[in-house]
């Protein structure tokens, strides 16, 4: 099945601070999400993006489909952005999604 | 428009016992997604139903199953917990054609002692 590898697997940055997350997928997909996971345990949404850039207030992404990756923004970070990013994928219409491992982030003050 | 609801938000069993979570999928979706997360860990693919047929299993034994009704609602039953089962469980739905991506809930927090 397809995998999902996310770098790096941890990241401390100061309040202000600008961050780039990669995730690399090993197969073509025609899903890709990236979520944020809360310290109560919910994933959050943020981006829909199999293809392309978005972008949403202070975050934003871009997938390179042909290249099998996915890039996470995140600028002018705060304390409220710490917690863990998966990207997570599938390959065909309605399929499950894989998750990859996560990058966990901690914003410091 | 609501969202995914989950309950019950926690939960704690005795190994051996029986338990049964339930899932209100995003009004309009069709399809209902359930994962488990153990600590530390993404969430894995246990299986997935759409219009109330399973239409995808993960690497899970067959003592955990599922339901999907009508109203597209879901339940996750795991029968003689173990240990290992303590994990957070989420729910997600997503439209047929898995378009716009899925929604996920805020998950149920299994315990087993």
């Known amino acids: 099945g397809i995998q999902v590898e996310q770098s790096p697997p941890d990241l401390i940055l100061q309040e202000g601070a600008n961050s780039t997350l990669r995730c690399n997928f090993s197969?073509?997909?025609?899903?890709l999400q990236w979520f944020h996971q809360n310290p109560w345990g919910q994933l959050i949404n943020l981006f829909y993006?199999?293809?392309g850039t978005k972008q949403n207030g202070r975050l934003s992404a871009t997938t390179v489909a042909t290249e099998r990756y996915s890039l996470l923004y995140i600028s002018s970070s705060q304390t409220t952005d710490s917690g863990v990013y998966f990207c997570?994928?599938?390959?065909?219409?309605?399929?499950?999604?894989?998750f990859g491992k996560g990058t966990r982030l901690s914003v410091i003050a | 428009e609501t969202g995914v609801t989950q309950s019950p938000t926690h939960l704690i069993k005795t190994r051996g016992q029986q338990v049964t979570l339930r899932c209100s999928s995003q009004?309009?979706?069709?399809?209902v997604s359930w994962y488990q997360q153990a600590l530390g860990q993404g969430p894995q693919f246990i299986f997935q139903?759409?219009?109330?047929?399973?239409?995808g299993r993960g690497n899970f034994p067959p003592r955990f199953s599922g339901l999907q009704f009508p109203n597209y609602s879901s339940e996750l039953n795991v029968n003689a917990l173990e240990l290992d089962d303590s994990a957070l469980y989420l729910c997600?739905?997503?439209?047929?054609?898995?378009?716009?991506?899925?929604?996920f809930g805020s998950g149920t927090r299994l315990t087993v002692v």
């Open positions: 197969d073509s997909v025609n899903n």
């Open positions: 997600a739905s997503s439209s047929g054609t898995g378009l716009y991506g899925y929604t």
């Open positions: 009004s309009g979706h069709n399809t």
């Open positions: 993006i199999p293809s």
């Open positions: 997570a994928v599938s390959n065909s219409g309605n399929t499950p999604l894989v």
């Open positions: 139903y759409y219009r109330e047929e399973e239409n």
